[in-house]
């Protein structure tokens, strides 16, 4: 008796230990596929010559006609003030595309060197990309990294009326289309290593009170010989070091940063901004390339120092969920702008319910294996990051700004000031709770 309860122990023993191998198989590592992609944005600038020199383009100016459409096409710069006109181009803009996909989930990562890009154009490349290869177009996310110093994505910066230029945005879609059709291509088995630092040194809060978000957060996509596929950035402060002054198109600090990381690791180097709102700015007394290239470089010298100490961590999960959200128009501005046509057939989306209108917004929340990610459609007060960042429980808690739309700032409740600058940029003063709660809901489910 005593012997047969011996072997009915070891029996157990051996049925547990198979239950308990089969367990760790199930939670075990997924077979993740990765590609990466980029194509130049760098729209194209027709110089003419000032010969009456007051810095405007005036009729019987020769200028260079590179479309031989028989006009001066200006590029109206988006940010700052109206009406400035780049005048060349010092470095150029990217369409970048990390997609990682696993089973049944897709996850495609778009970042623009554009200084917001609105709902009706993402959804236009949202549409596209689900017809041609069958993603679903609530795992596809477009960000825009909220350059100072390229074209009018949004529709603000013109002389009078849009800056937006047809022909460079339609440029914009087909070289986002190609950037994802090549990742797509160029998919093959992939792993992934962690990066996380604090960094303040580049930042200011330019709106009281101080509070910061200074994570540096990165990974590094890699194949199975270890070669680098993509990294990825994430930040939290406007790409504005060059200023109003500046008249050449540029990617700014984004820019420098992410060419050092593709010139250090290879591959595909994607920057997303963060919670850049309220007002998180760089901290510099000279707004020139000499001082954003200095900035570019040092945020690269502390991702890759991360990115070397950083860990590899079987990946378990990816999953991938989005939601649009419905928020109301309260900003008689905006409202006015939408009316004279300015955010283009972004007008054509709204939803009216008891004489308001309310405009689409997509927010998202994404897990890949120990990284939680929010996006979230515009420029978020850190103080707002840091509500949700206290409820994403894995270690590396991403967030994603100017995803999916650029609706403005987004104020928390608390804090609105009805004369302040960022609320004049905002849609309203509920919109940061109704975001908020929704993400909330998104993070717990
Ligand atoms: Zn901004």
New binding site residues.
Partial sequence: MCRMMELLFIFCCLVFHSFLAIADELKQEIVLLAGASKEKITPTIETFSDINENGKYDLKEPFTDLNNNGSWDPVWLG?NQNGRFALGVHDDLWAKTLILESNQTSLILISLDLIGFLFDEVNSIQTAISEKWGIPAEQIFIAST?N?SGPDAIGLWGESGSGKNSETLSFVKAQILKSVETAIQNKKKAKIVWGKTEYSNPIQDARPPTILNDLLLSFRVEDEQGLTLATIVNYSM?A?VLNEKNRLVTADYPGTLTEKLEKHFGGVALFFAGD??G?QTPKVFFHTFYICKKIGESLAKEVILSLKQGKSVPIETLRVKQETLLLPIENPKFLEAMEKGIFGSTKNLLKESDGKLFIPADIGFIQIGPAQFVTVPG?LFPELGQVLRNEMKLEYKFLIGLCNNEI??IVPEEDWNPNGYEES?SLGQKTGTMIISSLLKLIKN
């Fill in positions: 940010g909220h100072h406007h504005e850049v709102g007002m420029e403005g700032y940029m």
